[in-house]
């Protein structure tokens, strides 16, 4: 469904990604695990359109996608971003309806909205709320809200998890698989990866720009090196 082949991406004397290469099924969710600076940021970008690269391809249902990102929206990939930003001085409502811009069938749109309050009710509370005055974890709900708003196939989700309490994280983990029940197709960046790991299909390890290692979930998940190096297990 979608194929990225040999990406290298530079910020200036930078090589941030190192001939990359992924492949995500459809209904599949996928989840890129690797330290901070590994690249897992860039690859989300790269795809979405948001950063340019000059080697690789990256190809969605055969075709080439391009790097732009209202065109990437428009053909069925959307992101939810790191660091959620929601628009701080709107409300809920109006933040999920901006998730929508690029579409013209206003009927659907009603319906996914009402679908994504079914998912997010605490959203449906706050609806008339201003999006700044949210709590982390409700601006977390809104940004994805936003994201199914697009109505993608694909969804590219950047750290969701970050900076909430524990509990809000495997809350938001078990909204990820709602979401990919809705005929949805998940990339997932998370700096849990014992908790990304818990709910992908497949996995792919990404270290100082390179991808290292690559397989079903559960293998990369018993992996001793991977345990060792991002599960807190020791040898």
């Known amino acids: 469904m979608l194929k990225v082949e040999n990406l290298n991406?530079?910020?200036g004397g930078i090589h941030a990604l190192k001939g990359a290469s992924l492949e995500i099924n459809a209904g599949e969710i996928v989840t890129i695990i690797g330290s901070n600076g590994a690249g897992k940021s860039t690859l989300l970008n790269s795809i979405s359109?948001?950063?340019?690269?000059?080697?690789?391809?990256?190809?969605?249902?055969?075709?080439?996608?391009?790097?732009?990102?209202?065109k990437v929206v428009k053909m069925g990939i959307s992101q939810v971003p790191e660091g959620r930003l929601v628009f701080a001085n709107l409300t809920v409502?109006?933040?999920?309806?901006?998730?929508?811009?690029?579409?013209?069938d206003s009927h659907k749109i009603k319906d996914d909205l009402e679908n994504v309050y079914e998912l997010f009710?605490?959203?449906?509370?706050?609806?008339?709320?201003?999006?700044?005055?949210?709590?982390?974890?409700?601006?977390?709900?809104?940004?994805?809200?936003?994201?199914?708003?697009?109505?993608?196939?694909?969804?590219?989700?950047?750290?969701?998890?970050?900076?909430l309490a524990p509990l809000l994280v495997q809350t938001?983990?078990?909204?990820?698989?709602?979401?990919?029940?809705?005929?949805?197709?998940?990339?997932?960046?998370?700096?849990?990866?014992?908790?990304a790991l818990s709910i992908a299909d497949r996995a792919y390890v990404l270290e100082q720009g390179?991808?290292?290692?690559e397989g079903p979930a559960d293998e990369i998940a018993a992996n001793p090196r991977i345990k060792e190096a991002y599960l807190g297990a020791k040898k």
């Open 9 to 11: 991406v530079y910020y």
């Open 172 to 195: 938001v983990l078990d909204i990820i698989v709602d979401i990919r029940k809705m005929d949805k197709t998940i990339l997932l960046v998370e700096q849990n990866a014992y908790k």
């Open 121 to 163: 009710p605490r959203l449906k509370e706050r609806e008339k709320q201003i999006a700044g005055t949210l709590s982390g974890g409700e601006q977390q709900m809104l940004a994805m809200g936003r994201g199914l708003m697009s109505d993608p196939e694909i969804m590219l989700l950047d750290e969701p998890s970050l900076g």
């Open 49 to 70: 359109g948001f950063l340019k690269y000059k080697e690789g391809t990256i190809t969605y249902k055969g075709e080439k996608l391009p790097q732009s990102p209202n």
């Open 93 to 104: 409502e109006d933040n999920l309806n901006l998730g929508a811009y690029l579409r013209n």
């Open 210 to 213: 390179r991808i290292t290692m």
